[in-house]
C-alpha cells in the first residue's frame, strides 16, 4: 500500500500531466544538468501514465554530498521523476518508465536488480510523516532487521540510537524509546522517518515536500537537519517553496509541464534565470 502523500502527488503529476502531453514540442534545458563523479546519472528518462506523457526526455545528474532541489508549477512531473530514482513508480499501474537511470554506474532498471535493497539505498521521505504503528525505537530498527544490517541487540542499538542523532532527535527521544512513533509531534515524526531511512545505510535520500505539512519552527528543524546530512548523502528535494530552495539546496532543478527546463547553481538559478519560463516562474507570473 503507497503512502498517503505518494497517493496524493501521484495524482496531481497524473492530473496535470495530461497537459504536458498536448504542450507542444519538447523545451530543451539549459544550464548545468551534468556534473563530474555523479551518484546518480539519469539520460533520456521518459515517463508515461497509460497514455500520457509526464516526464519528456529528461537528462541530469544527482550529485554527491549535495542538495539539488526541484520546483516548478503543480503537477509539472517532478515528483514523478525522482520516483523514478527507486522505483516507486512500479507501484503505480499503467506507470512506464523509459530512459537510463544509473546508480553508481549500475543501471537500476536491469531485469537483475532487486528493488527492495535499491529502495534501501535510494530511500524516501515522504509529505507527511508516515511513522509504522510501532515504538520509537521499532520504527527506526524496522529496515535494519529485514535488512539484515545487525547481529545482535548490541548492534541494531547502535544503529537506531546513530540513525536518531543524525536525525536531531535522539535527545527528545531517548528516554521514550517504547512510545508509539504516532505519539510526536508532526515535526518529530518526520525526524523519525528520516532516521528510519538513514537506519538502513542510503546512499541518496529523496524528500518529497517534507516539509509542506509543518509548522515554521519544525521546517526549521528539517532544513537545519538537510544541510547536516548532504555531507554524508546526496539529497533530492522537491519543494513548491522557493525560499527553502534557496536556503538548502547547493543546485536547482526548474520542471515545466514535463520539461526540464534549467539546472544550475542555486543562487544563479534565482538570480540570473536563462531561460524564460524559469524567469517567469521565479517571478511570479505563473505558477
Given at each position: 500500500?503507497?503512502?498517503?502523500?505518494?497517493?496524493?502527488?501521484?495524482?496531481?503529476?497524473?492530473?496535470?500531466?495530461?497537459?504536458?502531453?498536448?504542450?507542444?514540442?519538447?523545451?530543451?534545458?539549459?544550464?548545468?544538468?551534468?556534473?563530474?563523479?555523479?551518484?546518480?546519472?539519469?539520460?533520456?528518462?521518459?515517463?508515461?501514465?497509460?497514455?500520457?506523457?509526464?516526464?519528456?526526455?529528461?537528462?541530469?545528474?544527482?550529485?554527491?554530498?549535495?542538495?539539488?532541489?526541484?520546483?516548478?508549477?503543480?503537477g509539472c512531473g517532478k515528483s514523478t521523476f525522482i520516483r523514478c530514482f527507486?522505483?516507486?513508480?512500479?507501484?503505480?499501474?499503467?506507470?512506464?518508465?523509459?530512459?537510463?537511470?544509473?546508480?553508481?554506474?549500475?543501471?537500476?532498471?536491469?531485469?537483475?536488480?532487486?528493488?527492495?535493497?535499491?529502495?534501501?539505498?535510494?530511500?524516501?521521505?515522504?509529505?507527511?510523516?508516515?511513522?509504522?504503528?510501532?515504538?520509537?525505537?521499532?520504527?527506526?530498527?524496522?529496515?535494519?532487521?529485514?535488512?539484515?544490517?545487525?547481529?545482535?541487540?548490541?548492534?541494531?542499538?547502535?544503529?537506531?540510537?546513530?540513525?536518531?542523532?543524525?536525525?536531531?532527535?535522539?535527545?527528545?527521544?531517548?528516554?521514550?524509546?517504547?512510545?508509539?512513533?504516532?505519539?510526536?509531534?508532526?515535526?518529530?515524526?518526520?525526524?523519525?522517518?528520516?532516521?528510519?531511512?538513514?537506519?538502513?545505510?542510503?546512499?541518496?535520500?529523496?524528500?518529497?515536500?517534507?516539509?509542506?505539512?509543518?509548522?515554521?519552527?519544525?521546517?526549521?528543524?528539517?532544513?537545519?537537519?538537510?544541510?547536516?546530512?548532504?555531507?554524508?548523502?546526496?539529497?533530492?528535494?522537491?519543494?513548491?517553496?522557493?525560499?527553502?530552495?534557496?536556503?538548502?539546496?547547493q543546485r536547482t532543478a526548474y520542471f515545466h509541464l514535463g520539461d526540464?527546463?534549467?539546472?544550475?547553481?542555486?543562487?544563479?538559478?534565482?538570480?540570473?534565470?536563462?531561460?524564460?519560463?524559469?524567469?517567469?516562474?521565479?517571478?511570479?507570473?505563473?505558477?
Amino acid at each position: 500500500m503507497k503512502p498517503a502523500g505518494e497517493v496524493a502527488t501521484a495524482r496531481e503529476d497524473r492530473s496535470t500531466a495530461s497537459d504536458a502531453s498536448g504542450a507542444g514540442r519538447k523545451e530543451s534545458t539549459v544550464g548545468q544538468p551534468f556534473v563530474g563523479n555523479p551518484r546518480m546519472t539519469c539520460r533520456g528518462v521518459n515517463v508515461y501514465y497509460s497514455q500520457t506523457h509526464a516526464v519528456r526526455d529528461v537528462s541530469l545528474d544527482i550529485g554527491r554530498n549535495q542538495v539539488i532541489a526541484m520546483i516548478g508549477p503543480s503537477g509539472c512531473g517532478k515528483s514523478t521523476f525522482i520516483r523514478c530514482f527507486n522505483r516507486m513508480n512500479d507501484t503505480i499501474e499503467g506507470c512506464r518508465v523509459s530512459g537510463k537511470i544509473l546508480l553508481d554506474g549500475q543501471d537500476i532498471y536491469a531485469r537483475n536488480v532487486d528493488v527492495v535493497p535499491l529502495r534501501a539505498q535510494v530511500g524516501m521521505v515522504f509529505q507527511k510523516p508516515n511513522p509504522f504503528p510501532k515504538s520509537i525505537y521499532d520504527n527506526v530498527a524496522y529496515g535494519p532487521k529485514i535488512h539484515g544490517l545487525a547481529r545482535t541487540r548490541s548492534e541494531l542499538d547502535e544503529i537506531v540510537e546513530t540513525s536518531l542523532r543524525k536525525a536531531g532527535l535522539w535527545e527528545e527521544v531517548k528516554d521514550q524509546l517504547s512510545h508509539p512513533g504516532t505519539s510526536l509531534s508532526g515535526g518529530q515524526q518526520q525526524r523519525l522517518c528520516i532516521a528510519r531511512t538513514i537506519a538502513v545505510g542510503p546512499e541518496v535520500i529523496l524528500m518529497d515536500e517534507p516539509c509542506s505539512a509543518l509548522d515554521p519552527i519544525a521546517t526549521g528543524k528539517i532544513e537545519e537537519l538537510i544541510d547536516d546530512l548532504r555531507r554524508q548523502y546526496s539529497i533530492v528535494i522537491v519543494t513548491h517553496s522557493m525560499q527553502q530552495a534557496a536556503r538548502v539546496s547547493q543546485r536547482t532543478a526548474y520542471f515545466h509541464l514535463g520539461d526540464l527546463i534549467e539546472v544550475g547553481h542555486t543562487e544563479q538559478v534565482f538570480t540570473a534565470p536563462r531561460h524564460k519560463l524559469t524567469q517567469d516562474y521565479i517571478t511570479g507570473r505563473f505558477g
